[in-house]
């Protein structure tokens, strides 16, 4: 079997490690047991041991009831068969005590995937995921009684940044903000407008930032006309108006962060739509619904919950509780085809994952297709202090705020370079220094230095070879036989199993670990390599290819971060 030329590299050797054990079964015939062990191939810890490793002839000496060393070498003498082959990405395999397979790539693999970078810049980094799925991914979510603020942004750029590295792995993905204007909330804050308008006191529950004085001033007298004509209490009226008005200002600042939704849904529609109903009705007919002291209640203890939870409150009008509107989102966002949803909240939320869960699978759902991602907290600090904060109160600092002062690209990186369920310390004053100690920074001045690069290369009259993808795959080769560029072009064809890892994790500080280790490497590189050498044009011009390769590599990793890839700074 030929590797996948297209697959990255780390699948192209386990496909080629598959391919010899085939071979090998006909060697080692399995006494009647399973072989269905995966060859899981990996980066070793030590570099020196060669490119990837497999534990692979461990895991096969049970059920072929031979030494692992034995299964290795029989493996490897297999693959050195198929090295000569000029598919193959495997120049040479190394077995070591007690099984392990040691495989190092060969040179034109690397100088192919070099040249693919170079062919396809736009799509470097993306792979075709083996079961590709349709997603709905629902992030931040705050409800519209303020504009967002830096508490609100850890969900906002988790959820982008999943969405993005989902999308690179080969799935399609829609991202969605669900937002509560049906509840109490909304009241409060119509009645702390309203408070406000007439210059009374605001209500205790009610909300006291700059920004109500501004909608109290800019109320349109219609909508207390409207009110008054139907009979309905202005402070819903108010609050209807009033979260709109928050939730088109929320959108702003997500666009701001580069973070857009497919999806707005409101809860309101939900119960207008009937799927709030249609949920009820479906727990109903499993038979997981009883009723208590005048409350409706769903079994969610017969599927792992600790409790089970009201849905229809034992008030006169039987009103659906929160839980009642989640489920009925669950079933609306299966209707439209889902298989998997997966929700981002805060990890004060670990109570609702079992309820949830339950409904979904008391619904005939696959519980396993609903996943909830719990965010760990942030702690801002400014000058060594805690940045303190509350909505209630209107002592905070909005995301636009905070993206105004230190900007974007920092915000994202500063979040995207810890795991979502690893709490965080953000020092604001860091994430504004221009200079190597802010890691940003200092991966995009990598970027600005190639570009640099690449200028002075044009005006000396040097450019990247011309020629058909084989010439310039063999002349790439030639240069790849020794350090430096060896070290580069290494670092540079991983990107695509770096966002393989990030899919599967569903976290993305991964990449910035390696953004951070191409950076150095490069920079490493340009210290040893003389790039722009009139003297040895040919050579310059292998260079020249190898570091716009690294360019479009370094753009791509910042790109799946939302991070902007400068060509001066």
Not at 30 to 46: C, I, Q, T
Not at 254 to 276: P, Y
Request: hydrophobic share 40%; proline share 5%; with cysteine.
């Amino acid at each position: 079997m030929t590797p996948d030329s297209s697959a990255s590299l780390r699948e192209q050797v386990r496909q080629a490690i598959d391919a010899a054990r085939q071979r090998v079964r006909a060697e080692l015939p399995a006494p009647g047991e399973p072989l269905d062990v995966p060859s899981e191939v990996e980066r070793p810890a030590d570099p020196a041991r060669g490119d990837f490793a497999t534990t692979v002839a461990l895991k096969l000496a049970r059920p072929l009831r031979r030494p692992p060393l034995e299964i290795a070498k029989a493996i490897a003498a297999q693959i050195v068969t198929t090295a000569s082959d000029p598919d193959s990405p495997i120049a040479s395999v190394e077995v070591a005590a007690p099984g392990f397979l040691n495989v190092r790539l060969s040179d034109r693999a690397l100088a192919v995937a070099a040249v693919r970078i170079l062919r396809e810049p736009q799509t470097w980094g993306h792979v075709v995921a083996a079961h590709p799925e349709h997603v709905n991914v629902e992030f931040v979510s705050a409800n519209p009684t303020g504009p967002l603020h830096i508490g609100n942004a850890r969900g906002a750029f988790t959820g982008d940044l999943l969405c993005r590295v989902l999308t690179a792995a080969g799935h399609k993905v829609e991202r969605e903000y669900y937002f509560n204007d049906f509840g109490s909330q909304v009241k409060n804050l119509g009645a702390s407008v309203a408070a406000i308008r007439c210059k009374e006191e605001i209500p205790e529950d009610g909300y006291r930032g700059d920004y109500v004085y501004d909608m109290a001033r800019e109320l349109p007298a219609s909508v207390l006309e409207g009110a008054e004509r139907s009979g309905e209490d202005p402070a819903w009226a108010i609050g209807r108006w009033a979260s709109e008005r928050v939730r088109v200002g929320i959108e702003a600042s997500l666009e701001h962060l580069g973070c857009h939704f497919d999806v707005w849904r409101s809860e309101s529609t939900l119960h207008n739509d009937g799927w709030v109903g249609k949920a009820i009705e479906g727990l109903r007919a499993a038979g997981d619904v009883y009723e208590e002291d005048g409350a409706v209640i769903f079994r969610s203890t017969r599927y792992g919950d600790d409790k089970d939870r009201v849905i229809l409150r034992s008030t006169g009008d039987a009103a659906p509780t929160y839980f009642a509107a989640d489920i009925g989102y669950l079933v609306e966002k299966f209707s439209r085809g889902y298989e998997r949803i997966i929700f981002i909240w805060g990890e004060d939320h670990h109570g609702y994952v079992a309820r949830v869960k339950a409904a979904a699978q008391s619904l005939g759902f696959d519980r396993d297709h609903v996943q909830m991602i719990l965010t760990a907290w942030v702690r801002f600090v400014r000058d060594g202090k805690e940045v303190a904060m509350s909505k209630r109160s209107g002592e905070f600092i909005t995301l636009d705020e905070l993206l105004g002062e230190i900007g974007v690209d920092a915000a994202r990186w500063f979040f995207a370079s810890r795991a979502a369920s690893s709490g965080i310390d953000f020092d604001i004053e860091l994430a504004k220094k221009q200079s190597s100690e802010n890691p940003v920074y200092y991966v995009q001045y990598a970027h600005a230095r190639i570009a640099s690069i690449l200028r002075k290369a044009e005006e000396a009259g040097i450019k990247p070879p011309a020629g058909g993808d084989a010439e310039l795959a063999g002349m790439l080769a030639g240069i790849l036989r020794g350090a430096p560029e060896a070290e580069l072009a290494r670092q540079i064809v991983r990107l695509p199993e770096v966002v393989e890892d990030a899919a599967a994790s569903e976290e993305t500080h991964g990449i910035t670990t390696y953004a951070t280790e191409l950076a150095t490497t490069f920079h490493a590189f340009y210290r040893d390599a003389r790039v722009v050498d009139p003297d040895e044009p040919e050579r310059s011009a292998a260079r020249l290819a190898l570091v716009a390769a690294t360019k479009t590599t370094l753009a791509n990793a910042l790109g799946l971060l939302g991070i902007s890839a400068p060509e001066l700074m």
